[in-house]
């Protein structure tokens, strides 16, 4: 089964081990950065979204005009632009991009955060919403005529649009762990993300997707997209001391609390579950390490695999073969990690996979 690699953006050398004070875009970074990911081999990467952040469109437009191969993978919440003006904007990146453009809906986590920019919907209608936004997106890519759309969220009459994605439509992806995840992500996405958990967990968790998609009809299921933050070095024993000088650095920095402030306990599910799988245990499976999402209170992807790239590549395909098809995977060095993952554990996944096929 092919596996496809995805990682994030940085517009600057910022990161969560040495977060410096620059908030702002430094161009010569970023075009290094998406140029770095093009020839590392990554397939995708995620312009990230954040009510005080840059914007991921027009950061997703440079990194289209910098690179050949990665796919620019937009995070986009509903509540900050209207299904139409996306469904433009989206079809203008994959022109662009030639044909690279993808999407990730996120329907928000953190109820403070999205009133930060106005939205005052509680989870469920923020699903809900989610859902009506997919079914306007493609439907605007794929008619050929004006529509009227009168829905719950959204109402509009008349529209078409005359600029339309090259290959015809474009990815969606949906992500999360809640019910509603299952369901909107299950029915609608082409993609559904899912953060680190030991195997078991993720098995569980894909299930409920699938269960969700054949629920809704479905003849095909959602590709899976897991996430993780490997952290690797030479020998079994470097790479442990790796892990613990990283978790005192962000022990010490605050980690992702230090460049998003604190709400108090997470409210998403996701980061719920993070934060009780580290509680019973500190490695999982063959690599996975949790105290990471300890320390920086799981808000984000923030479970680590430890080890060799050897034992690295190892543990992301037990999750390939537990169903997955996209794995995530970005460091703490944002820009040296990128590079030594290209280097070091994407040919060792491929070279594997390769070899599967070949004896099959």
Known sequence: MPVEFISASFVNDSTELNPTSSTGIDPKFLVRYARVLDDAGFDYTLLPYGSSGWDPFGVAAAVS??????????????????????????????????????????????????????????????????????????????????????????????????????????????????????????????????????????????????EQASLAGRVDRPRIWVTFRPIIAPTEELAWEKAHRTLAQLNKSGGWSAAKPSTGAPQNVGSQRLLEIAARGEVHDRALWTPTATATGARGASTALVGTPETVAAAILDYVDLGAELISIRGYDNLNDAIDYGRYVLPLVRQELALREKAA
Request: charged share 25%; net charge negative.
């Open 65 to 210: 005009q910098h690179t050949e191969r990665v796919k620019p993978l937009v995070a986009l919440r509903p509540n900050i632009m209207y299904p139409t003006v996306a469904a433009k904007a989206l079809a203008t990146l994959d022109q662009l991009s030639g044909g690279r453009a993808a999407v990730h809906i996120i329907s928000g986590g953190d109820t403070a955060e999205q009133a930060r920019e106005g939205d005052r919907l509680d989870k469920s209608g923020r699903y809900e919403r989610s859902a009506e936004y997919i079914e306007i997106l493609r439907k605007v890519w794929a008619s050929d005529k004006p529509f009227d759309h009168s829905g719950t969220y959204y109402q509009f009459e008349d529209f078409h649009s005359s600029i339309r994605p090259s290959g015809g439509s474009i990815p969606v992806s949906v992500g999360g762990s809640s019910a509603d995840a299952y369901r909107v992500g299950g029915a609608l996405g082409d993609i559904f993300g899912l953060w680190g958990e030991p195997l078991a967990e993720t098995k569980e968790q894909m299930d409920a997707v699938f």
